[in-house]
């Protein structure tokens, strides 16, 4: 069992490329999300999914796009990185809430530099 | 803006000590849960809290919602050295139109040998 699969899981940049991440479930969970982690910051939430076709803005979306054109898979992309990018990124999934099971299962990260 | 503040950010204590980290919030969450995190690892559930007062125990760790529930405590009884990592409490609330989890800062806690 899977769980949440992120790829890839470093990566180094330049200013001003392009990637795109991917979380992959095998849970069938409806609700998907990206977090940011910067040391001292805890975890920020960027882009969220709560089915597939549908995505909406966290508390710091600005130079961050989404999609989620399938239910398992949620995909982050930068379209022109910066260096105030840099960062460990998780993906977590969640069933539909209700009855107290809401845990987060995350996925093992990705470590993005920008230089 | 619902807020989870934790305290003490950091925390470095000797084997054998007890110690208790502190989430609070001036928001009403219907369920509050702990993490924790190991480097280089993504976060990994301990427990999850629903009820106003509600106690659970897990072996030496101890977890408590406020009546409000407002507020969480985790007390480690006896802390071992496989207790090191960052702690994370996070809140939800069933129904929202948002579905998320409000994360706090977390916790860092080392403990020596």
């Known amino acids: 069992n899977a769980g949440v699969t992120q790829t890839p899981k470093f990566r180094v940049l330049k200013t001003g490329q392009s990637m795109t991440l991917l979380c992959a479930q095998d849970?069938?969970?409806?609700?998907m999300y990206w977090y940011r982690q910067d040391p001292g910051m805890g975890l920020r939430l960027i882009h969220y999914s709560v089915g597939e076709g549908t995505t909406a803005k966290g508390e710091v979306p600005d130079g961050y796009n989404v999609s989620r054109l399938k239910k398992q898979n949620f995909l982050l992309g930068l379209e022109s990185a910066a260096p105030s990018q840099t960062s460990v990124y998780f993906c977590?999934?969640?069933?539909?809430?209700?009855?107290?099971?809401?845990?987060?299962?995350f996925g093992q990260g990705t470590r993005l530099t920008v230089v | 803006t619902q807020l989870l503040e934790q305290s003490p950010q950091f925390l470095s204590i000797q084997e054998g000590e007890n110690l208790t980290v502190y989430c609070n919030s001036s928001?009403?969450?219907?369920?509050l849960q702990w993490y924790r995190q190991e480097p280089g690892e993504g976060p990994v559930l301990l427990v999850t809290?629903?009820?106003?007062?509600e106690v659970k125990k897990l072996k030496r760790l101890t977890f408590q919602f406020g009546d409000a529930r407002k507020d969480s405590s985790l007390h480690i009884t006896a802390a071992q050295p496989g207790d090191t990592g960052l702690y994370l409490c996070?809140?939800?609330?069933?129904?929202?139109?948002?579905?998320?989890?409000?994360f706090g800062k977390g916790t860092k806690l080392s403990v020596k040998p």
């Open positions: 928001s009403v969450f219907s369920s």
């Open positions: 849970m069938n969970h409806e609700y």
């Open positions: 977590a999934s969640l069933p539909r809430q209700g009855g107290g099971n809401t845990e987060a299962f």
């Open positions: 996070a809140g939800s609330n069933y129904g929202g139109s948002q579905g998320n989890l409000i």
């Open positions: 809290v629903v009820t106003g007062g």
